[in-house]
């Protein structure tokens, strides 16, 4: 079973505001793995498609021209390295 990630947990491993990754994840998915009470939570599996979403509302970008996992925060300045 993989590991199992809140919101918070995925904030934490994107830098990306709270209010932005929820927007992110409503607009352009993917669904949570399973709810724990009123908890939604995401394997680890699901984290590219999580970063996917947010490169969809541009909240990052990858600073690659490769593609690579290495991820801008849009206007932000800051380059949190995200690991997979």
Excluded: F, K, N
Excluded at 51 to 65: D, F, H, K, N, Q
């Amino acid at each position: 079973m993989s590991e199992l990630l809140t919101i918070s947990d995925l904030c934490r491993l994107t830098g990306v505001p709270l209010h932005v990754l929820g927007y992110a994840l409503r607009r352009h998915g993917p669904p949570p793995a399973a709810r724990i009470g009123i908890a939604r939570v995401w394997g680890r599996d699901q984290l590219e498609l999580v970063l996917a979403s947010l490169r969809l509302t541009g909240a990052i970008e990858a600073s690659g021209a490769d593609g690579s996992d290495d991820l801008a925060v849009g206007d932000r300045g800051a380059s949190p390295e995200v690991m997979l």
